[in-house]
């Protein structure tokens, strides 16, 4: 209800601002006779936007310390025995006095002093509210008088609201930054609480990987060895790699060099229909079907393969990635010009030693580019490792046995916990921070090179 | 026809030439031949890829939109529903009071033997002299059911003492054993029903007692633990939505503007170039730092409520921001030159010019980039664990702010469930839905554009 | 007319002494030629014959076709989606488009400069060596250098490169880039050499370099020329094709076609009424 009135209230302040500057410089142009220099829209604008932002200061100032001016109201009205409790007891006092003053009533006997600071609320309520719609509205009103003060028909409304408008657009693009920002400075800042607890030197290059269990209390600190996530890590990545490369490779010279236009407009969508799928589809993929399959054919052939293991979780990761470094080198392979494929041809070179001996080499910058993006995507993905990997953080040199990740221990570390006090939950961040720099060093890297290799032939 | 009159020296050298080419042709050839059929064999391996994944979604996940349902006829015995009348609000009763008398008279309610009410509606339903203890039979029908017939009694008491037909979900293990999701021939031990709640289970499903129906549930239920045949996707829907709308009320302004603003207003410098960089590396940064940053920035600094919407759909949009940004910059880069000089040789100002001529021109690829932003959130999992999205919610978030699941959280949570052999199947029928819902918003983003680009 | 024989005549290349073309075998000889893109002919019925060591020049205003025809000469149609070719061309009597054609080996015999120089993103060195390594024609390094050594020679590029042989061949000055795609292409020896605008992308004084070599060439090759501008045509040119709309509306000695044009088409186009 109350908010019905102040948006109502600021529609109305709006729609008046807006009208009042529209017909002020019309009137003032055919009293001085001179043309403006905006169209009266854009003065109307303006006043809008000169009456609209105080008022609305008022307001959102009001909903930063209302709450607790009024929780100290209420405290102000309790007898000295009530206040002085703590805690629950106090915040279930005050709660049944909002109760009683909004009309919903309390179960159980009224006390008198509860009556008594129930109605001096109200009255705070209504008082309050009046003061601030005043306030809004006052300032509002004021700005309008000032505003329309301004208008003569030299006024630059429409610069005026265009510099609006940029600013906006800016503040709309620093948010892009900010994020940036933010995510280092959170990274950094619980990374640093979490080495207040661990050494940095037993961090990254700590062989062995037990935390122990957050409930035994921050003063039981395990071993935190990022080395066995690391190998992990880099485990599932390389697999991943080794399947989508090849595929993802050749899927692509064979849609930009060999396919029909039809076949390439019918293929091309389903593939990239795999670069749509969530990860915790694949995740579920790899866990119901790939690992048993995989395990099964181990048991056919005399090899232990565990069902939950780095090749499962690799492999279903590079069925994951196949679409992002097909699409890519299509990319690329297009950006190589026609005139050097028709220049290999044209001295009798085959269409393979033309992609092989001519075009690969030529668009190598690039594909390497999209490689590194693939390896910093592989490094980064989540779902799958966690469902399939088998969250076992061990040195292991066998990829056919369950291993954990870094994004693998991030999930298990912080999941059920939502106090960052102990090392235990800290060191998501730690490692957030180590995944962080390693996929923006191979982004920088690889987004440099894929730009480079585009300038070269524009 | 005269062959060349070149002398007999060069000829030889081109017979030479033309022998060394010859030589090599035929394992040329293969070599193309065998190139290709790497293409080929690439791209065959890439469909099948997607047809092996389709196909053990859908094979797994079909069954699961059918479910048991047993109807029974249901005797609300006033022998074991031993309570009082319902109260009735009194003149000059205060809300408060009457709501704390009329939980007493629930909470009687409740503490009725419901379970005594399902096994005797079991028992008459069985077929004449069959025999079965009391836990056999309840396990026959969910556990959750009961709660619907105190429901049913509550919202009508005038119910005690009458028979009526209530059709019933069985319980996920009857489920199991009737779809053979369950391993038939295991041993009494290794079963999850006794002898006699699957002899039963076949003789009900025999005389039609049983039957198979449409699982709306899973799309008007949440989430059970207690009750796993009934859980449904209601609640993470409902998460899933309001992050959705979260996203797109955030990350569409605010990513377009600042397209426009890097794009037609920043200057070309040091600095836009820096922010050009940043953006792009923001767009490859792994999905689970988006979750460290909401869980250390919005939950921990803001102290926003966690496993809530808001924080998700928050996150969220940072992740779409930078996709849709990039998008938008290349569809206003596409626009012609010539579009951005007619307006500005009318006399528009430059802000005029991309407002009024500029942006709608862009529409469709804007358009197209948000949908396909919106549905890689939507199917985004790690950031939301992260988060604690994760959570075991058991209702419908009223708000952004309650705690709530979302589709891709109640995947995993489902996924993780030990009663795997109902669960599988749950699984994959919620992946359907997920990808259902993606494939529509993709579908919804192709025709859109076709459209507008036709308008246009 | 008179003006215009004066115009060209003096530019005219002459055949060799007491020689008319009439004397050069005939080496390519093309009948009822015709190609479609899809739905669309772009060549209508091309029969002409192309003389053997001697420079054939196809003129006409862009989009008229013959570039298009060339192209079918060493079956670089073939690259194009939805190209069809009817019709018979025959390379020393055998028909480049017959079944048990290689088409690989067609264009070893047939080798072609494009329009805008195109080296490889390799060094020099690799770049001419690189038709003769796939067709089996050097069997090792020594080899492989006389091949560089003696193409890049004949191309006219060696002295200006023999110290940066293993630098990149994108390195060069566009003038030197297509002469080291025509080094490029002799180094295979083909036995006729399609040239597709090779100067409309350089500089004067490159395109006056280039017609040199051309003229130079002819001793050695058959070649085929596309060119836009009528000069270089009759500069370089013994024989000259005009096409226009698709069609080869006249052929002959090149002397002829620019002094003394038979059809009303052909006099617009040389007089510079048709674009």
Sequence with gaps: ?458 | MTISSSGPSTSAADEAKRARIRASLARRHLTERIFKGLGVAAVVTALALVGTLFWMVISKGYPAFTQANVALEVYFDPEIIDVDAAPVRAAGQSDADFRAQNLAWQRQVTLANWNAIVEQAVRDAAPAGFEIDARSALALVETGERHRLRDLFVANPALLGQRVPVEMLASANTDNWLKGTINRDLEDSRQQLSAQTRALADQLLENGTISFKFAWHIFTNVDSRSAPASAGLAGAFVGSLYMMLIVILLAVPIGVASAIYLEEFAPKNRWTDLIEVNINNLAAVPSIVFGLLGAAAFIQYFGLPRSAPIVGGLVLTLMTLPTIIIATRSSLRAVPPSLRQAALGLGASKTQMVFHHVLPVTLPGILTATIIGVAQALGETAPLLIIGMNAFVASIPATPFDQASALPAQIYLWQGNENRNFFEARTSAAIMVLLALMLALNAIAVLLRRRLERRG | MDMMAGKFAANVTPLEEGMSLSDHPIRLEARDVCVHYGAKQALYDVSIDIPDRAVTAFIGPSGCGKSTFLRCINRMNDTIEGARVTGRIALDGEDVYDRSLDVVELRARVGMVFQKPNPFPKSIFENVAYGPKIHGMVRNKAEAEEVVVSSLKRAGLFEEVKDRLHEPGTGLSGGQQQRLCIARAIATRPEVLLMDEPCSALDPIATAIIEELIDELRENFTIVIVTHSMQQAARVSQKTAFFHLGKLIEEGDTANIFTNPAKKQTQDYIMGRIG
């Design chain 1, 1 to 458: 209800m109350t908010n019905l009135i102040i948006a109502a209230l600021l529609l109305f302040l709006l729609g008046l601002a807006y009208q009042q500057g529209w017909s002020r410089s019309q009137a003032v142009a055919t009293a001085t006779g001179t043309r403006l220099h905006s169209r009266p829209v854009y003065h109307g604008a303006l006043a809008a936007v000169w009456v609209l932002v105080p008022a609305v200061l008022v307001l959102g100032l009001w909903t930063a310390i209302g709450p607790d001016m009024t929780r100290n109201f209420i405290l102000s009205q309790l007898p000295p025995d009530i206040a002085a409790l703590e805690g629950n007891a106090l915040n279930s006092a005050v709660a049944r006095i909002m109760a009683l003053s909004s009309g919903s009533g309390v179960a159980g006997t009224v006390e008198p002093y509860e009556a008594a600071a129930a109605q001096a609320l109200d009255q705070f309520r209504l008082l309050s509210y009046l003061v601030v719609i005043g306030a809004a509205a006052g300032t509002g009103v004021l700005a309008l008088l000032l505003v329309r003060r301004r208008i003569v028909p030299r006024l630059r409304a429409r610069n005026e609201i265009e510099m609006v408008v940029r600013l906006a657009l800016l503040a709309c693009s620093a948010i892009a930054v900010l994020t940036t920002f933010g995510i280092v400075a959170s990274l950094f800042n619980e990374a640093i609480r979490f080495f207040t607890f661990v050494n940095p030197l037993d961090f990254f290059f700590g062989t062995v990987w037990n935390p122990g269990f957050a409930t035994t209390g921050t003063g039981a600190v395990g071993q935190y060895g990022i080395l066995p996530l690391l190998w992990g890590t880099v485990m599932v990545a390389a697999i991943a790699m080794l399947v989508a490369l090849p595929i993802g490779l050749m899927t692509a010279i064979y849609l930009s060099q060999y396919a029909s236009r039809r076949v390439r407009d019918v293929v091309k969508p389903i593939i990239e229909i795999l670069a749509g799928i969530p990860t915790i589809v694949y995740g579920f993929f790899a866990l119901v079907t790939v690992g048993p399959a995989l395990s099964g054919f181990g048991q056919a052939i005399g090899i232990d393969i565990r069902s939950t293991s780095a090749l499962t979780a690799g492999l279903v990761m590079g069925i994951m990635i196949i679409p992002f470094i097909s699409s890519l080198t299509d990319d690329i392979l297009r950006q190589v010009p026609i005139s050097l494929r028709d220049g290999s041809l044209g001295l009798g070179a085959t269409p393979s030693e033309t992609i092989r001996r001519v075009l690969l080499p030529a668009a190598l910058p690039g594909i390497v580019g999209a490689f590194l993006l693939a390896v910093s995507r592989a490094i980064g993905e989540t779902m799958i490792v966690v469902l399939a990997a088998g969250n076992s953080p061990v040195l292991r040199a066998n990829p056919a046995e369950p291993i954990s990740t870094v994004t693998v221990t991030i999930v298990n570390q912080l999941t059920g916990d939502s106090d960052f006090a102990g090392p235990q939950s800290l060191v998501a961040f730690a490692l957030g921070l180590t995944l962080f720099v390693m996929t923006l060093g191979l982004n920088v890297f690889a987004l440099y090179i894929v730009r480079r290799f585009r300038e070269q032939y524009e």
